[in-house]
């Protein structure tokens, strides 16, 4: 990039201890910026299973806790509105950070440029505060939680004032951002694993002769709703397969059935195999852009997902998939039924086109665009 060719550049994330469509969107914009140092509040190099250990990174203080606070961060929360705020940043002319909640608030010096590729604005503190204050069900934590969730939000409002440029990755969390921060963004959609052909074929733990499988792809957290797919699919008697890691494994294990598969992580390439031969991917949480459904997409496989959030821009009713209105299991049940009588009018390559808007060739050609229109 020859704008930015004499700059010194920075990436910033919030945390490398999973790896998730937000990290995906770091790894794409550390290929861009081969020479970037990366700095972020936490790293977990075994969760991260290679990724990012051939680049420079820098963490935070909370680093220097112990292992088991720092697996159980969110011990930290008072903690953390701070933590971006110490990296010491004042050698860069570029910084580069991607959030979901703190790396925003990172300080800069005057002449600094700082761009802010928005994953959402901070989902506990604004959309599910009084949800995650129910999670909670202490009574003595929700009393201490509710100030602490009131001083984030202005904490967060505040710190969305201070990068130069606000990207945001659907039109859903660029209508989040203007509503909550009263902030104008432009819109770059996330960069997908848009797959080959080439992979290999694993063991699939379902016998010869039974129905193809459905597939969920996410993160076993509870906001995730995988329990609402786990009960739906109990209910229709017909295998489903989990590809994730979340603290909610043990639970959704718990009350599985023998038709519902919960594998946790898996290989880059088995994950690319349960893709490509899944009848059908289910998503049930609202997501600000959802870049599994977009994988499943590139196999020609459709979705069945819940009709809201970044969906609604990626997903096709009656193309690429078919939606449901409500995250529960009767409605779920049904969307999975009318899926199950429309599945043969689905053409596989319409499916594969439609994902192929959202490739990491054009977000890599959409976030050039944008930085070399900025101003110096």
Known sequence: ??????????????????????????????EMFPQAPIYTLLYDKEKMRGKFEDREIHTSFLQKFPKFLRKRFRWFLPLLPTAPETFDLREFDLVISTSGAWCKGIVTKLNT??????????????????????????????????????????????????????????????????????????????PADIFTDKNPSPTLPFKKGESGYFLIVSRLSSYKRIDVAVNAFNKLDLPLIIIGEGNQKKYLESFAGENVKILGWQSEEKRQWYYKNARALVAVSV??????????????????????????????????????????????????????????????????????????????????????????
């Open 287 to 376: 997501e600000d852009f959802g870049i599994a459904p977009v994988e499943a997409m590139s196999y020609g496989v459709p979705v069945v997902a819940l009709r809201d959030g970044g969906f609604l821009e990626t997903i096709v009713e009656g193309k690429t998939g078919e939606f449901f209105d409500a995250p529960t299991v009767e409605v779920l049940a049904d969307g999975v039924r009318r899926f199950l009588e429309n599945e043969s009018s689905y053409d596989k390559e319409k499916i594969k086109n439609r994902a192929k808007e959202f490739s990491k060739e054009k977000f890599m050609s959409e976030f050039q665009k944008f930085l070399e229109n900025i101003e110096k």
């Open 1 to 30: 990039m020859e704008k930015f060719e004499n700059f010194k550049i920075a990436l910033v994330h919030d945390f490398l201890i999973y790896y998730g469509g937000a990290e995906k969107v770091l790894e794409v914009l550390a």
């Open 113 to 190: 440029i700082h761009v802010a590729y928005i994953h959402s604005p901070m989902r506990f503190v604004w959309d599910y505060n009084e949800r995650y204050l129910k999670e909670n069900r202490k009574e003595k934590i929700r009393f201490l939680l509710r100030p602490i969730l009131n001083y984030l939000r202005i904490w967060d409002k505040m710190a969305a004032d201070r990068p130069d440029y606000l990207i945001a990755n659907s039109c859903y969390t660029q209508e989040r951002i203007k509503k909550y921060y009263g902030k104008e963004s432009v819109v770059i959609y996330p």
